[in-house]
């Protein structure tokens, strides 16, 4: 559980860093305000689907018994 926070986290800060290049570029001031934190949802529903989908790895154990 504790890689999907981290995955999640990961993926927050690349939602934050795009933001920021375009705020830097100007192009915030040319999208309107909804149209932005539809984007921002968006994004982050799609990333809680990547790092749920990464998450569950199943794996066998075998004991060797004597």
Do not use: H, P
């Not at 570029?25 to 949802?41: A, D, F, K």
């Amino acid at each position: 559980m504790k890689w999907t926070g981290v995955y999640l986290l990961g993926f927050v800060l690349l939602i934050g860093g795009l933001l920021a290049a375009l705020w830097k570029l100007g192009l915030l001031s040319s999208i309107g305000t909804t149209w932005l934190w539809i984007g921002v949802v968006i994004a982050l529903g799609i990333g809680i689907m990547l790092a749920v989908s990464n998450s569950g790895s199943k794996e066998n154990i075998q004991i060797d018994r004597m």
